[in-house]
Nanobody
Framework: QVQLVESGGGRVQPGGSLQLSCVASGRVFSDSDMGWYRRAPGNQRELVAIISADGTTQYADSVKGRFTISRDNAKIAVYLQMNRLKPEDTAVYYC?????????????????????WGQGTQVTVFS
């Protein structure tokens, strides 16, 4: 069981900045993949940014150059620095954690690989 606690959402004017934070607790591992997704009204949930344990990142084209994802492997936390925000960035942002799978030799089976989601934090970009 993993719990994800998000913070940092709010309302800002276009061109402003926000930083989202997500701290994982429970049965967590530092080699997990973590990231942020968002769902705007009337849209499907979409990837914003992800970061692997080795620091490899992936961003949606719409946020490249404006958003930066980072992580703290000791704390098992992920952050999203959002700069030059636009009205189209308005959405509920969800923290995501994907447990790494592994082969358990004694049990002769693959374990782990579960995914967890935060409750979401609202980001509103409006004058």
């Amino acid at each position: 069981q993993v719990q994800l606690v998000e913070s940092g959402g709010g309302r800002v004017q276009p061109g402003g900045s926000l930083q989202l934070s997500c701290v994982a607790s429970g049965r967590v591992f530092s080699d997990s993949d973590m990231g942020w997704y968002r769902r705007a009204p009337g849209n499907q949930r979409e990837l914003v940014a992800i970061i692997s344990a080795d620091g490899t990142t992936q961003y949606a084209d719409s946020v490249k150059g404006r958003f930066t994802i980072s992580r703290d492997n000791a704390k098992i936390a992920v952050y999203l620095q959002m700069n030059r925000l636009k009205p189209e960035d308005t959405a509920v942002y969800y923290c995501h954690y994907k447990e790494s799978s592994f082969y358990h030799e004694a049990l002769e089976t693959t374990l782990g690989g579960d995914e967890y989601w935060g409750q979401g934090t609202q980001v509103t970009v409006f004058s």
